[in-house]
């Protein structure tokens, strides 16, 4: 199975929602269709970046590249009720390097 990683800018909290809020957001959102490896966050440049990693089902290259960016954005979606988000950016994994797909 391809490994994905979606890395996704926070730039606030909504009202009433708890900084965790945000992580569990993103993690529940991608479970509905994926295995999510892993789930960090990092501060990038001061600002924080969550990091998923997640396997999609085999199937052709532009076909799990176009998943992969479909499960990406419906994950924005759901971090978007409890927060503001920014930058969004999908990479592959293909021969131990990550790629923007």
Do not use: C
């Amino acid at each position: 199975m391809p490994s994905f990683q979606t890395k996704l800018k926070i730039t606030g909290l909504k009202p009433g929602n708890p900084p965790e809020s945000v992580m569990a957001a993103a993690v529940e959102a991608l479970e509905t269709r994926h295995h999510v490896e892993s789930n960090q966050l990092d501060i990038v440049g001061g600002v924080p970046q969550l990091s998923l990693r997640f396997t999609v089902d085999d199937r052709d290259y532009s076909g799990e590249n176009q998943e992969a960016r479909t499960s990406a954005a419906m994950m924005r979606d759901a971090v978007e009720r409890v927060a503001l988000t920014g930058s969004l950016y999908v990479l592959r994994r293909s021969r131990g390097r990550w790629s923007p797909v």
